[in-house]
Each structure stands twice: as structure tokens, then as C-alpha cells.
């Protein structure tokens, strides 16, 4: 039943993608990013006091800090799901695991001073392999979209992604700290609706739209809606391999965004780009487990 939750979230937050790209010809991402943020405060709210869990915190500061690596992130996917096709954009954001690997391995070379007593670590190999086998990905599946000029966006992309690894991090500790999931994601909801607020000071706001901005609601309801989906897979996993194929359906929601960008946008990827989108997803799921292996027990990432 897990997995079906999973795939349920990874609907619904690539839906949501949808929702962010049509919203994107009426809204710039600043505002998306503030009401996404208020209509996720109301959502929360609610969910938080229906299951009776109080909004106040003992750890302001690192809740300060997820929302500020998580709104960045967010904002540069909007900005990417606005400027690419929606598979593209969705690909990139979902290269957060790649990210954590490498994050991995860095800390790992960092750490590790070579003798006889302290060997090389385990998994440095098959993690590096993985690490570049991401990043290859990610130049096959941006060279077509280098082609069209779309070079800055792909990198705005890129970073969504790597902030996200960083906001993922935080999420644990976190999470290891007993903060409840409504809790962590309500902080989240009221940094996007502070910082997308604060940034429409730079941005301007664009001129109401009517009836189009009904664009807006979906975006906070199925952004709340999928995170509900994925806590509840994870808290339905009961053993370690359960949770690993929870983790990894998650990249189904890469086949949702690309059968609506073929079919809702017509968004023509070239065999090079799907090649890459596998290479991603691929590495993404050697990268999950074998961090999985290295750290038992640790919480997914959130989305």
C-alpha cells in the first residue's frame, strides 16, 4: 500500500507542475512561490490542529534555515518549470539525491586522512560513479535546451535542485529532533509566503488576471496533498526495503511530468533528453540506496 501512496504523491506534485506552468502566464514566480506559501499556511494549520500538534518551536533558527534553502529552492523550480518543459524542470529538481551523494562524498574525502589504520571508505567508488553518471545526464537532457537558449533556465534548474539536497538535510535533523512533519512544513509554508511577499517588492506583481488566477488554489491543495501522500508511504513502510522502494517511486513522478508535457504542451524532447532523464533518474536510485546502506534509518527526502 506504501507504494501506492508514493505514486499517488509523485501525481500529485507533477500536477501541480502543470498548475505552476499555466499559472507562470499570469503570475511571475515571486507570487507564485508567496500564494503557494499563504494557501499552504491555511492547509497546515488545519491539519495541525486536527491532529493536535502545536505550532510552536523550541528551534526557530533551524526552522529559519529550512525555509530559507527550501523557498530558494522552490522559487527556482517555478522560475525553471516557466521557462523549460515541465519534464525537464522536474528532472532537475529531482537531482537532490545526486546532490546528497555528492554532499557525501565530499564530507567523506574531507574526513578521511589516509593510513594504514584508517582504509578508504566503503562505497567511495560506486558513489562517485554515480555522481558522474547524474551530471552527464544532466548535459545530455540540457543540450537541447542549450540549443534553444535556454541555458540560464537550465541552470536555475540545476540549482532548485541543489537547494533542495540542502533543505532535505535540514528536514532530517529536523526530523531527528522529534519536530513534527506539520510543524516543519507549516514554518516552510509561512518562509515562502514571507520571502515570496518580500521579493515582489524587486519583482512588481503582474496585473490580476480574473478568472485565471483559480490557477493559484490548486497549486497550495495538491502541493499539500502530495506531502500528505508521502508521509503517509513512509510511515506505511515498515523495514528498510520498504522505504527504499518508497524512495524510488518517487522518480515516477519524472514519467507524469513528461507524458504531460508531451500531451498537454506538446513539448517535443529529443531522444538525447529522455537518455539523460534515465541517466538521472538511474543515478538517483543507485544513489538512494547505497546511502541507504550507508545510513540506516534516515528519513527521505521531502519534495
Not at 543515478?283 to 527526502?301: D, K, M, N, Q
Given at each position: 500500500m506504501q507504494a501506492l501512496w508514493m505514486v499517488l504523491a509523485a501525481f500529485l506534485f507533477a500536477s501541480m507542475g502543470v498548475c505552476v506552468k499555466?499559472?507562470?502566464?499570469?503570475?511571475?514566480?515571486?507570487?507564485?512561490?508567496?500564494?503557494r506559501g499563504l494557501i499552504g499556511m491555511a492547509i497546515l494549520w488545519l491539519l495541525a490542529r486536527s491532529q493536535k500538534v502545536t505550532l510552536a518551536t523550541q528551534y526557530p533558527g533551524m526552522h529559519a534555515w529550512r525555509s530559507l534553502v527550501g523557498v530558494t529552492s522552490l522559487g527556482a523550480w517555478f522560475f525553471a518549470i516557466a521557462h523549460l518543459p515541465l519534464a525537464t524542470a522536474m528532472t532537475l529538481n529531482y537531482m537532490s539525491s545526486v546532490w546528497i551523494a555528492a554532499f557525501l562524498i565530499g564530507g567523506t574525502l574531507l574526513a578521511w586522512r589516509p593510513s594504514p589504520a584508517t582504509p578508504r571508505p566503503a562505497l567511495q567508488g560506486p558513489l562517485v560513479l554515480t555522481v558522474l553518471v547524474g551530471f552527464i545526464g544532466v548535459v545530455l537532457m540540457l543540450r537541447p535546451s542549450l540549443d534553444q537558449n535556454q541555458a540560464f533556465a537550465g541552470l536555475i534548474g540545476l540549482m532548485s535542485g541543489l537547494t533542495a539536497a540542502f533543505a532535505y538535510m535540514q528536514v532530517v535533523a529536523l526530523s531527528r529532533i522529534g519536530e513534527p512533519e506539520s510543524r516543519t512544513v507549516f514554518y516552510f509554508a509561512v518562509g515562502s509566503a514571507v520571502a515570496g511577499g518580500g521579493a515582489l517588492l524587486f519583482t512588481g506583481t503582474s496585473p490580476w488576471p480574473g478568472w485565471q488566477a483559480l490557477w493559484l488554489l490548486p497549486i497550495g491543495i495538491l502541493a499539500a496533498a502530495g506531502q500528505l501522500c508521502m508521509?503517509?508511504?513512509?510511515a506505511s513502510a515498515k523495514t528498510q526495503r520498504g522505504t527504499l522502494v518508497v524512495a524510488n517511486l518517487q522518480y515516477s513522478g519524472i514519467v507524469f511530468a513528461g507524458l504531460y508535457s508531451v500531451l498537454l504542451f506538446g513539448d517535443k524532447i529529443p531522444p538525447i533528453g529522455w537518455i539523460g532523464m534515465a541517466l538521472?533518474?538511474?543515478?538517483?536510485?543507485?544513489?538512494?540506496?547505497?546511502?541507504?546502506?550507508?545510513?540506516?534509518?534516515?528519513?527521505?527526502?521531502?519534495h
Open positions: 499555466i499559472a507562470s502566464d499570469f503570475f511571475n514566480s515571486a507570487e507564485l512561490v508567496c500564494y508521509t503517509k508511504a513512509y538521472i533518474v538511474g543515478s538517483g536510485i543507485v544513489a538512494t540506496i547505497l546511502r541507504a546502506r550507508a545510513a540506516p534509518g534516515a528519513p527521505a527526502e521531502e
